[in-house]
């Protein structure tokens, strides 16, 4: 594997902090209301997810409400840890190495800015101490944004974020195996192939050699996988639960199929992934669902083996006549 090179972190949060707008400007009285909403939601969230699922129990969590700029620095401290776990150094090696760890840094940072305006929440299992992040001026934004009631909305964020932390919990080992799939897919190796018109036209397909894309389609599997299971289960809390759950879906699926400029720059470097693994992950957990119930389903957390791979994503009946033979 090449080595990774050092990154200045400090450097990364305080470029991140310095261009991140704060959000929106909300009395100091509706500030703490709006957190202690969020927090309330989160309570509530886990038991509903723990009947829905049947998965067991959740990882233990840190539950923190916070705002864009404390975002940033949670991230830039979860990425330092998924780094190092795959080898990357946190000192510099001479001078050189010094000003380019610099410039990385300031890279990271204004990546950060981007992403933290549009996170509404995070379940971070890479931290020393696993934490459940809420965004809070995201949420008070978005909800916003589509008209929607505030309370059901803050509990049909927090559902998903809640579901993620018991897939890790039920899944102690998930951890660990996305951490070593990462570093398969950097220990890669092979020539750049150009993709066909039938392929993912992102700029990742355009850099990535056939041994690469086989292993990020496995990293994409389990991401795909864990994504449409929460989507599905805060779904069907929903139903039970939030009135309002058609108008907050209807709303924000038409708020993730926003098209212009960003919806184009998504496409070319292949941010646009994440919006399909929400809706390919939905559809193969519902096929599933509907071939073998929640507990047949559950069996893709039991261990590795049972995970399903790219292929059986897009071919839910494949993976349910291997596993439930």
Not at 43 to 70: F, M, Q, S, W, Y
Not at 169 to 190: C, F, R, V
Request: charged fraction near 25%; proline fraction near 6%.
């Amino acid at each position: 594997m090449e080595e990774i090179g050092y990154i200045d972190w400090e450097r990364a949060k305080a470029v991140g902090r310095g261009l991140v707008p704060p959000g929106p400007k909300l009395p100091a009285p509706e500030i703490k209301s709006l957190v202690a909403s969020i927090k309330e939601a989160a309570g509530k969230a886990g038991e509903h997810v723990a009947r829905v699922t049947e998965l067991d129990a959740p990882a233990a969590a840190d539950i923190l409400v916070l705002d864009r700029a404390r975002w940033i620095e949670a991230c830039a401290a979860s990425a330092g840890v998924v780094l190092a776990n795959l080898g990357a150094t946190d000192q510099p090696k001479g001078r050189i190495d010094k000003i380019a760890g610099t410039t990385r840094g300031v890279q990271v940072g204004v990546a950060f800015a981007a992403v933290a305006t549009r996170v509404l929440g995070q379940f971070d299992p890479f931290s020393p101490a696993s934490r459940l992040l809420l965004v809070a001026p995201n949420v008070a934004e978005v909800e916003s944004e589509l008209k929607v009631d505030p309370e059901d909305f803050r509990l049909w964020v927090c559902l998903h974020e809640e579901t993620h932390r018991f897939q890790f919990g039920h899944a102690p080992w998930l951890t660990g195996h996305i951490l070593n799939s990462i570093k398969q897919l950097l220990d890669a190796e092979g020539e750049v192939s150009w993709p066909k018109k039938s392929d993912r036209s992102s700029l990742l397909d355009m850099v990535m050699s056939p041994e690469q894309k086989a292993q990020f389609d496995q990293v994409s599997a389990v991401m795909t996988l864990m994504e449409g299971h929460a989507d599905v289960m805060m779904d069907r809390v929903g139903v039970q639960v939030l009135p309002t759950l058609p108008i907050i879906r209807r709303a924000f699926e038409a708020r993730r199929d926003r098209r212009g400029w960003t919806a184009l720059l998504g496409k070319f470097i292949g941010a646009d992934l994440k919006l399909a693994q929400y809706r390919d992950g939905a559809q193969f957990c519902r096929a599933v669902i509907d071939a073998v119930g929640v507990p047949g389903l559950n069996k893709a957390f039991s261990a590795a083996e049972f995970l399903p791979s790219w292929a059986e994503i897009h071919d839910p009946a494949a993976w349910v006549s291997r596993v439930h033979p």
